[in-house]
């Protein structure tokens, strides 16, 4: 680990013990869990003097690590304070779910901003369930609770139909806006951008869900051998289901001889089963499409590119110039076909090879299970963890440097070139049209200076949680990348472009992803089949369509459900539904992590 990595570590102990005890829980927000906080008391110590010796001394203490140089982080500041002045002495709160990236910006950067503006800002957490409802309050009220929100751009859908959001475009016209913003920098801007060309969401941090391994014992010779007599091929990154699952046998019950390393049992899986609604974005955050269902979402001969599959996307709702039109097969969807039913089948068979306790953890209780040292590899891991695995005394070697590495994630038996490949959460600022119009500008001013190039790069170091092109390409990066197991790696990858958040096909995200765990949850009891599960979902978020068509909720781009003809026709047509394969178990792959990794510094992608 180097040096200059430990000394930025350790620099906001103090400022930072807030952010210290999230981070070993760090998704405790991104499934609902965690009560309110807020920045009432700075933990910062107040700067003194002038505001320009103030900035300068902020800069010193907390942005000294930015990709700009101290002359334009000053620059940037005082345009703040000037551009501040009109709403100076106001109150204005905002609100994000409560992961380290956010109580970074509430502990620190609410702080600095307070003081240089004179603006009282409140940077509020809660669990990303209590943001969504509140949200979701507001939209039906049309009342106030929060100037703004970061929040999910899984509900871009909604936010394109409706008439609620206040969109970023228009802020950028409408609204004092930083000279320096560079909109172009934000790597997820188009998940914040409807398919009408509106960008409706501005990206503050982003993480994806990828495949974790054990790297130390991926690269032990005696394991590699025993793997390779074993099945015939080498141990390494699984490209696809099939070498995933005879990785996670192989862990699980034959390496030694008996499951074991060192003595101690290990599990060649890890997951999560509660019923309990984080089960639902376990599902809608891509699981499907990394199955293989949906639509490609690029042509690899144009490298024409959408977010999502068009028509089919990996929710299994098909889209018609713009409308919704159907979620079951029989109307020409997806989510209850066989691509989707065989993820739904993997998901319940590969916990078998997982810590007996998994089935009955929710993702927050499943979230440390990794760092605790005994799991080999799991598929659907979130890069938000990278902060709590890499203080993990387990997950380091004597030196201080990781046993583990992140790669993309493989892919299921329907997955064809072009496909999804996997899920990018994109906590976004949010603003409502019906919002105080003052607090608005004002809220809008402090998400500008949290996404600014001035603090981005520190704030990118505390949560690793990336959203601006230039903080991953930084020279800091560069010089630390190996600290991080592949996130950066990935992030500079062209295969960056294949994870994505949910689309624009879902035109009611909050009442939709609320099905998927109660379906979902039953067939992990036991209660049913995935087949009936999955049919009940289908039928559930048609029923939601139906609903959302008959009050005519939407002006353009509203739902028009089709008709229901057999299903037969449907899977018989180019494209999304897929027929069921008669063997579902395709010749399992795998490759050399560190061939990998090479290929994405010399610009390559791994699926080539």
């Not at 790297?215 to 696809?240: A, K, M, S």
């Not at 008959?550 to 353009?556: A, K, L, N, Q, S």
Request: contains cysteine; proline residues 5%.
């Amino acid at each position: 680990m180097s040096t200059r990595t430990v000394r930025r570590r350790t620099q906001y102990v103090v400022a930072l013990s807030a952010v210290t005890t999230l981070a070993l829980s760090a998704c405790a927000g991104a499934t609902g869990g965690g009560e309110e906080t807020s920045s009432e008391e700075p933990a910062i110590e107040t700067a003194e003097g002038t505001v320009e010796e103030r900035a300068e001394q902020y800069i010193d203490q907390y942005f000294a690590d930015s990709v700009l140089t101290k002359e334009e982080q000053m620059e940037e500041l005082m345009w703040f304070v000037e551009a501040a002045e009109p709403y100076a002495g106001m109150d204005v709160s905002v609100l994000s779910e409560n992961i380290p990236t956010h109580a970074y910006e509430s502990e620190v950067l609410a702080a600095v901003f307070s003081d240089l503006t004179g603006i009282n800002l409140e940077h509020s957490l809660m669990g990303e369930g209590e943001v969504m409802e509140i949200i979701s309050t507001e939209i039906q009220t049309r009342t106030s609770v929060y100037d703004g929100y970061v929040n999910d751009t899984d509900s871009i859908g909604g936010h394109q139909r409706g008439d609620y959001i206040y969109p970023i475009s228009t802020l950028l016209e409408s609204s004092p806006t930083l000279p320096t913003l560079d909109i172009d920098d934000f790597i997820g801007l188009s998940f914040g951008t409807g398919s009408d060309g509106v960008i409706y969401q501005l990206p503050d941090q982003q993480f994806a869900n990828l495949y974790w391994f054990r790297y130390d014992w991926f690269n032990d010779e005696d394991i590699q051998q025993q793997f390779e007599e074993i099945y015939g091929y080498p141990l390494g990154v699984p490209v696809n289901w099939s070498a995933y699952e005879d990785i996670a046998v192989f862990f699980s019950t034959q390496v030694n001889g008996d499951g074991t390393i060192d003595g101690e049992e290990v599990f060649g899986h890890m997951d999560y089963g509660a019923k309990h609604f984080s089960l639902g974005w376990r599902f809608t955050d891509a699981w499907l499409s990394m199955a293989g269902n949906g639509d490609t979402v690029f042509d690899p001969e144009t490298d024409e590119r959408t977010p999502n599959g068009i028509p089919v996307d990996e929710w299994g709702i098909r889209v018609e110039n713009c409308s919704p039109v159907g979620s079951s097969v029989e109307r020409g969807g997806d989510t209850n076909a066989p691509a989707s039913v065989y993820a739904v089948e993997k998901y319940l068979e590969w916990f078998d090879y997982a810590p007996p306790e998994a089935q009955n953890l929710n993702f927050d209780e499943s979230a440390p299970v990794v760092g605790e040292g005994n799991v080999a590899q799991q598929m659907f891991w979130y890069t938000v963890f990278t902060r709590a695995t890499i203080d993990s005394p387990a997950m380091s070697d004597e030196n201080g440097d990781p046993v583990w590495r992140m790669a993309p994630s493989p892919h299921g038996a329907y997955w064809q070139d072009g496909h999804k490949l996997g899920y990018q959460d994109a906590g976004s600022w949010t603003f409502m049209n019906h919002a105080d119009e003052d607090k608005r500008d004002a809220a809008w001013l402090y998400a500008q200076f949290a996404t600014s190039k001035t603090v981005d790069l520190a704030k990118s170091i505390q949560g690793l949680t990336f959203a601006r092109d230039t903080t991953i390409n930084s020279d800091w990066f560069t010089e630390n990348a190996g600290d991080y197991g592949g996130l950066v790696e990935f992030y500079r990858s062209p295969d960056r472009v294949n994870w994505t958040p949910t689309g624009t096909n879902v035109p009611d995200y909050p009442s939709m992803s609320a099905e998927w765990w109660q379906a979902i949850g039953s067939a992990a009891a036991g209660e049913i089949t995935a087949q009936e599960a999955m049919d009940q979902l289908a039928t559930k978020q048609d029923e939601i369509m139906e609903r959302l068509e008959r009050g005519e909720v939407h002006d353009e781009c509203g739902v028009k459900l089709n008709e229901p003809r057999d299903a037969q026709y449907w899977l018989d047509q180019p494209g999304a539904p897929y027929p069921e394969l008669a063997n579902e178990r395709k010749t399992p792959e795998t490759v050399p992590y560190d061939e990998l990794v090479s290929g994405w510094f010399e610009g390559n992608s791994y699926l080539d």
